[in-house]
């Protein structure tokens, strides 16, 4: 039952109040047809569209079944209208762009009906109007009265307690209007049908009821229902459900919309995918030069990785900007002086590698992540023989030009010796994924045994006419006489060579790995171990008896990798130098050295550090006698006799135990500038070019042997010697020296006094007897005047003398004894080389090397480490500045995105003004503002997500003649303008939620329609 209670209805303009229903009370059963007549302006539609919930009373109240409406808000009223109410209207207000049965279909779809559920009831629905066969057509493919028919089917499709129809024979012929008049009365017999007509024939034959209006007031009613009112229930607010409108619904309207103005949608996602085309170009041409960037990258940090010495010169040192990870933390208004040469002035100090190692073995995923591969290196170096040679010739370490002071780095470790390397052989990373890939293989393979080798050629395909020599290709007496012409600075003739070689010449050349433990045979009667590399039949037989080594593959740099890891020569693997590793650990002679680590094996007598490795004291330190006197305190009060008469002056303290300068050497750090280094590059470089002239050497491929020649020559040698001292003198390392030692003997000035005292109660005792025994109670010592009787003995040129002499001399002990051997602790590396993946996890694991560090400095500052950065920081701002033009680019570009969000916005909104009878029947079906407002929403949806694609695919197509024009104009190949699946996504997102933002302000006003003037809208 229905129920209108003194209802008010005024409609207002300006200060013009017009009343529409005044004061109306209507009573309506459940089932009736009832025909509301009266002249236009009467407020009979107004009337019918408050009782349909489309529009709102001032006053009174509109009961239906027992439920005020009083208190509905919004939402309630639009499932009232999905419910319970069926609209039928004079001009059908199908929406066109639907199909006859989606259009039955909407009401049902905000009522949460499944799919297949809506079919079949608006199959129904059309079969009882007599149009179950037109579902397909669209509106505009009926007649008025078949089109009224689907509305009055839309109508009943959801099975509504009430019909209005509102003059639904207006735009009707008179056959027509029968036809409708004849199912609307059918529809009534078990429904409310509430019917506004100016027709009163068609009232007075359908309708069951007759209700006049005029002027907002019932005139009359010819079947008026008077309700009882004590048996009536009072009414009660309460919902009828819920109506909502699903996304998928929304996006089906947009899209069937949109479909019928497919030129204009088409337009507006093309002006909406410029700007995605201008930065998906821009982003695919960065990804393009950064991936080219980060191979080129991985390609050099494999050739220079982050290394850590065991100990030695560090030639890097002298190249690098001499600015440390720790200074750029630094104030930057002060200057700092950087410690790069600290490697090249000294060897003291060198770096626990073994502590470092236990360290990254223990916390392996740590700074696994970031790197490709973490290699370890040994000191082993394996001994290798010319298998054909008549004579017996080391090949590595490479003896060819020892006649002339040159040969192996490992000879020496001189700063001399690491720069006159003439090894042909080398050993590759463990990690095989570091080099492979930078390699075509000419013939062959890989090596997969640890005694397999590969050649390495140069980039152009060729190798050194000294390779020629070392792979037995030339007769080694060649090279021997020109070495002999070169040293008495003879004339050399010109050596003509075949040019050319085929692969297979090079393979399976073969190579004798000797032990090194095996040069050394035990002489029983002076019981000591003699090196017998002089004795040629013994070394005959030795290497004759050696493993066999082998060259099995030949491989060359590509043609597209600009940086390579393995150097030309001849490359062994990591498993060869773990193979001598493991012969020389098992020999008797190391066995024998490391079971005795105070014996030297050679000569069977103790190491004397005091003599090899520290220097006299009364050469370097001066003892003032009269000092160490003035340092002791007697108290006379403990003592039971008078101590003038003791002879201080006859206690000897030259017999006082030496203190270890090298332990002190250890601690001091020297400072120098890189101006000061440069300076010295720079003469050693201006003499070498002048002798360079003298001798009229001019071969290029020989320049690498003409400064070898030349660092021996006594000029060099003269000269870099004055440099170095004049070096020492003027950046203040000697007094550097002298601070230094001065405040590490301080520091030992306290163990050393109670050895004093000791020597000091010994001396007495001899003078005093018993009573000396009263001493330790009342001498006391003054440990600054202690150290104050120590002094340095040394010029300034001395010092600097003594300097040069340590970063030159190679001293004979335990260590280097069992580095002859061929002897390496697994546990202590000589080196580590960390490959990081590029340059931006490279920093991650210098992160992790200053943390270890740190932790180090808390514990023992002397297993802090120090490493080299061989590359540095030359392209490490690369990426940055790719990514900073990009974003700049981008956001230029970014303005058209903005520009096309505006665009999109006024063409929404023209789409409202469009749409405005069909938010008016949405509204009549339930829908709310929520939902037209998403309506809307789907609409934009759809534009950014065709803009979002349509821009990614014209970019994917224009990256085909783009690569070619970068491969033109760049003339490389390498770099490929490549759109990420990830930025291509997001770009799509990007765009679908540009859209949506531009369209919110119309998809607001739309869900604002006034419904009722919505409908009117033509």
């Not at 024939?201 to 309708?207: F, M, P, Q, T, V």
């Not at 008797?588 to 004397?608: C, M, W, Y």
Request: hydrophobic content about 35%; proline content about 3%; some cysteine.
């Amino acid at each position: 039952m229905l129920q209108v209670k003194n209802i008010y209805k005024e409609y207002k303009t300006g200060n013009l109040v017009q009343v529409a229903l005044n004061n109306v009370s209507l009573n309506l059963r459940d089932n009736e047809f009832v025909a509301i007549l009266g002249p236009s302006g009467s407020g009979k539609t107004t009337l019918l569209n408050i009782l349909g919930g489309l529009d709102r009373y001032d006053r009174g109240d509109l009961v239906i079944n027992g439920i005020s409406t009083k208190q509905y808000k919004d939402r309630d009223w639009d499932s009232y209208r999905n419910h319970t109410i069926g609209f039928v209207f004079q001009s059908y207000n199908l929406i066109p762009h639907q199909t006859v049965l989606a259009n039955v279909e909407l009401a049902l779809t905000m009522s949460g009906i499944s799919k297949s559920e809506r079919k079949k009831r608006a199959l129904e629905a059309l079969k009882k109007v007599g149009l179950e066969n037109h579902g397909h057509k669209k509106p505009n493919q009926m007649s008025g009265g078949q089109m009224q028919r689907v509305a009055i089917a839309r109508a009943l499709v959801n099975d509504p307690d009430i019909l209005l129809a509102d003059e639904p024979t207006g735009a009707l012929d008179s056959d027509t209007s029968i036809q409708v008049m004849d199912l609307l009365k059918e529809v009534a017999k078990d429904r409310l049908v509430v019917m506004v007509t100016h027709n009163p024939k068609l009232a007075k034959d359908y309708a069951t009821r007759i209700v006049e209006l005029k002027d907002g007031v019932i005139c009359s009613d010819s079947h008026p229902y008077d309700v009882d009112k004590k048996h009536l229930v009072p009414p009660r607010h309460r919902t009828m459900g819920k109506a909502s409108m699903n996304f998928l619904t929304s996006l089906s309207l947009s899209f069937n919309n949109l479909k019928t103005k497919k030129a204009r949608t088409l337009l507006t996602s093309f002006a909406g995918s410029i700007g995605i085309i201008g930065i998906a170009l821009i982003l695919s041409l960065s990804t393009g030069v950064n991936q080219y960037v980060k191979s080129i990258e991985e390609e050099t940090l494999s050739e220079y990785p982050l290394q850590i010495q065991n100990t030695g010169f560090d030639m890097s040192s002298m190249l690098s900007n001499g600015q440390s990870d720790s200074q750029k933390k630094k104030d930057k208004s002060k200057i700092y002086v950087s410690s790069m040469v600290t490697g090249m002035l000294s060897t003291i100090g060198s770096n626990d590698l073994k502590s470092l190692k236990s360290y990254l073995d223990k916390n392996p995923d740590h700074i696994n992540q970031y790197t490709n591969s973490i290699e370890y290196t040994y000191n082993a170096i394996p001994q290798i023989y010319s298998y054909n040679s008549q004579q017996v010739r080391q090949v590595h370490p490479d003896q060819s030009f020892k006649s002339i002071g040159l040969g192996s780095s490992t000879s020496s470790n001189s700063m001399m010796s690491s720069m006159m390397s003439t090894d042909v052989f080398y050993q590759m990373p463990n990690q095989s994924s570091l080099y492979e890939n930078q390699y075509d293989i000419k013939a062959g393979n890989w090596p997969k045994k640890y005694n397999e080798c590969v050649l390495v050629l140069n980039s152009n395909g060729s190798m050194s006419d000294f390779m020629l020599y070392t792979l037995g290709l030339r007769d080694f007496s060649e090279l021997d006489s020109m070495i002999e012409k070169f040293s008495k600075e003879e004339k050399i003739d010109e050596v003509k060579i075949k040019d050319t070689y085929a692969y297979k010449d090079m393979l399976n050349k073969q190579f004798k790995l000797v032990n090194a433990s095996d040069y050394y045979q035990y002489d029983d009667q002076y019981q000591v171990y003699k090196n017998k590399k002089d004795d040629q039949a013994y070394m005959q037989s030795l290497v004759e008896n050696g493993e066999d080594i082998k060259i099995v593959g030949v491989v060359q740099p590509k043609d597209d990798t600009s940086a390579t890891m393995l150097k030309p020569g001849i490359a062994y693997p990591a498993t060869l130098t773990r193979h001598v590793i493991n012969l020389a650990n098992q020999s008797e002679i190391v066995k024998k050295q490391l079971a005795h680590p105070d014996i030297d094996v050679f000569t069977n007598k103790s190491f004397d550090y005091q003599q090899k490795n520290n220097f006299d004291m009364n050469s370097l330190i001066k003892v003032d006698q009269s000092k160490i006197q003035e340092a002791f305190k007697i108290d006379q009060s403990k003592l039971s006799f008078d101590t003038k008469s003791i002879d201080l002056s006859q206690i000897d303290t030259s017999q006082l135990p030496a203190i270890d300068i090298n332990q002190m050497m250890s601690k001091i750090k020297f400072n120098v500038s890189k101006e000061q280094t440069d300076h010295i590059v720079k003469v050693i470089t201006e003499d070498f070019q002048k002798y360079l002239v003298e001798n009229n050497y001019q071969d290029p491929t020989k320049m690498e042997i003409y400064f070898n020649a030349y660092l021996q020559t006594s000029r060099a040698q003269t000269l870099i010697q004055n440099e170095m001292t004049k070096l020492i003198q003027e950046s203040g390392l000697a007094e550097q020296f002298q601070n230094e030692l001065s405040k590490e003997m301080s520091t030992m000035m306290s163990q050393y006094s109670k050895v004093l005292e000791q020597t000091i109660q010994a001396q007495l005792t001899k003078q005093m007897g018993h009573l000396a025994s009263q001493f330790p109670k009342a001498i006391s010592v003054d440990e600054k005047k202690l150290a104050q009787a120590f002094q340095m003995n040394m010029s300034q040129d001395e010092l600097s003398e003594l300097i040069v002499s340590m970063m030159q001399t190679e001293t004979t002990s335990y260590d280097s004894n069992l580095t002859h051997l061929g002897y390496a602790n697994y546990d202590k590396p000589s080196a580590i080389n960390l490959y990081p993946k590029d340059f931006e996890t490279k920093q991650k694991v210098k992160d992790i090397l200053e943390k270890y560090n740190e932790k180090m400095k808390k514990v023992d500052e002397d297993k802090v480490i120090t490493y080299t950065d061989y590359v540095g920081t030359i392209m490490s701002s690369v990426t940055d500045i790719i990514n900073v033009i990009s974003y700049v680019l981008i956001a230029f570009v970014a303005i058209s995105l903005v520009v096309s969000s505006i665009m999109i916005g006024v063409i929404t909104y023209i789409s409202v003004l469009e749409r405005k009878k069909e938010i008016g029947i949405l509204r009549a079906m339930g829908a709310s503002k929520g939902n037209i407002s998403q309506v809307f929403n789907a609409e934009t949806f759809i534009i950014g997500l065709l803009s979002g694609l349509l821009g990614i695919g014209i970019t994917l197509i224009l990256l085909v003649p783009g690569n070619m024009l970068i491969h033109s104009i760049a003339d490389n190949n390498s770099v490929n303008a490549v759109l990420p699946i990830g930025g291509a996504i997001i770009l799509i997102v990007l765009s679908v939620c540009l859209t949506l933002l531009g369209g919110l302000i119309p998809a607001r006003k739309a869900s604002h329609e006034d419904p009722v003037k919505a409908l009117r809208t033509e």
